[in-house]
């Protein structure tokens, strides 16, 4: 799974930020690799050198073989919360969407055939 971190010019510490930001999503999405062809990470500080608020926002875009790509956005008053939040949000996105292609019809549910 090929990661790209994409930062833009207001952003500090790029380089030590791009190997948090890909620890963070191999530990969430790893296991959905066999499907994820890249991982596209946008880091931005929407106010520059102001102080503020939510700030600080992540994009993570993953392209999926054979699919459209999936995207989640994530805004907070640090980097870490912003990526961390965009990639659990992705992380769920991909449950649904993929947990879908796996599901086979007739498979186990949670209700019985006793009545």
Sequence with gaps: MQIQVNTDANVEGAEDLSGRVSAEIHARLDRFSQHIT?????????????????????????????????????????FDGAYSGAAKKLQHVLETTLGRLNHEKGADTIRTGDR
């Design 38 to 78: 890249r991982i596209e990470v946008h880091l931005s500080d929407e106010d520059g050198n102001k102080s503020g608020g939510s700030d600080k926002r992540c994009l993570i875009e993953a392209r999926l073989e054979g699919r459209q790509p999936e995207v989640a956005s994530e805004r907070a008053a640090t």
